[in-house]
């Protein structure tokens, strides 16, 4: 079956990099998604990848993918206290179209 | 606001009440989806629906739970007989008529928090 694991919390000083990571099980994965969730709010799609790459940059934001390992990794360059949200990691099986959640970690910023 | 709009944002009900919650997608898109979110969850599946069908409701509990997309108007997901268990959010997303949700990513609104007494 399909699984998508996350670490629930991550610290950071703001102005240093933050490093979110992920890891699935299903080898037919084709677009992998970093979504961020605010207090109240519903989820935003940040980025998403698709299976045939490795690397996607988007300004501050680096996604890697490692498709051997089935690991996937979202970098926020220069991190400030407005990105201090929940991250969740969604993978979409190929001939599905529901992605499958991570349970999210909790980046905390603090000056 | 052309964004997937729901409502109402939070819902408070009785146990053994009926809870009604609201989702208008985005503009232009025909495909809709239900997750819930229990606390310290991600988000789980529920079902999924194109105007007047139920493509998939894999994820949607086999009792007291129902879903509709009416030609006009917005989608409903309605929870009958309500239990301290139903207690969540409850996210709509939407995607567009054309193409897999893959390559048409969803867009979600900022859900409905059901607390039940």
């Known amino acids: 079956g399909e699984d998508v694991e996350q670490s629930l919390f991550l610290s950071v000083r703001e102005g240093d990099s933050s490093v979110i990571n992920c890891t699935y099980t299903?080898?037919?994965?084709?677009?992998l998604y970093w979504y961020k969730q605010e207090p109240g709010a519903g989820l935003q799609l940040l980025t998403y990848?698709?299976?045939?790459?490795d690397m996607k940059q988007d300004q501050r934001l680096t996604v890697l993918l490692n498709k051997k390992d089935k690991h996937l990794s979202l970098r926020i360059a220069d991190t400030q206290t407005g990105d201090s949200a929940i991250y969740f990691c969604a993978e979409e099986a190929g001939g599905s179209y529901i992605p499958t959640f991570g349970r999210g970690t909790s980046l905390i910023v603090h000056p | 606001n052309a964004g997937v709009m729901q409502n109402p944002r939070h819902l408070v009900r009785r146990r053994g009440q009926e809870a009604r919650l609201r989702c208008s997608p985005m503009k232009g898109h025909s495909h809709v989806y239900w997750y819930r979110q229990l606390p310290e969850e991600g988000l789980k599946f529920m079902v999924y629906?194109?105007?007047?069908?139920?493509?998939?409701e894999s994820g949607m509990p086999k009792e007291r739970f129902s879903a509709e997309f009416p030609k006009e108007g917005p989608s409903i997901l309605r929870i009958q007989q309500v239990v301290r268990g139903d207690s969540a959010a409850y996210f709509c997303a939407s995607s567009p008529e054309f193409g897999r949700a893959g390559n048409q990513p969803q867009h979600f609104g900022d859900g409905t928090r059901l607390s039940i007494l």
């Open positions: 299903d080898s037919s994965s084709t677009y």
């Open positions: 629906l194109q105007k007047e069908n139920i493509i998939d």
């Open positions: 990848i698709f299976s045939n790459m």
